[in-house]
């Protein structure tokens, strides 16, 4: 009975070290007001789109194929995925989860060769813990050499 005691309390200090690592490996991340599987909707409040060649000046343009278009005056609704990421309707945009606060998260992609980074920021009420603000710019870059033009568009939501 004794030889069988120690074993078990052998076995029992053995699992203590997993089960410890086990529990710091993966700390959950503060996704704060906006957890995965949040949903909410807002209106398109501003639509600005931009373009740019060398030269440096910039001029109003219509949105470039290939970024997510919003018309002003509609309802849009955003989702947030499993890894925080903001996500745009039927998938159009998914933009990676960076930072939050109290009552502002932010989203930014990498930078993939001369692809711009898109960014985004949500604002939350600090009473209603719901989206009241959403800021979305996207770039994209075309051409190459001196025929370069860079686009960068600008959603505000409200």
């Given at each position: 009975m004794k030889t069988l005691l120690?074993?078990?309390i052998v076995c029992c200090a053995a699992l203590v070290?997993?089960?410890q690592v086990k529990a710091a490996e993966a700390p959950a991340r503060n996704y704060y007001n906006?957890?995965?599987?949040t949903k909410f909707t807002l209106t398109t409040k501003n639509v600005v789109s931009t373009k740019a060649g060398l030269?440096?000046?910039?001029?109003?343009c219509p949105v470039p194929t290939?970024?997510?278009k919003f018309t002003k005056g509609k309802k849009v609704t955003f989702?947030?995925?499993?890894?925080?990421?903001?996500?745009?309707?039927n998938n159009t945009f998914?933009?990676?989860f960076k930072s939050a606060s109290a009552d502002t998260t932010v989203y930014v992609d990498k930078q993939v060769g001369t692809k711009l980074p898109d960014t985004a920021a949500v604002k939350t009420s600090l009473v209603t813990k719901k989206a009241t603000y959403t800021q979305l710019a996207f770039h994209k870059v075309t051409g190459s050499g001196f025929g370069t033009t860079v686009y960068f568009v600008v959603y505000t939501f409200e």
């Open positions: 120690i074993k078990a070290p997993f089960t906006l957890p995965p599987g030269d440096g000046r910039a001029k109003q290939g970024v997510p989702t947030i995925g499993s890894k925080g990421e903001l996500k745009g309707p998914s933009t990676a």
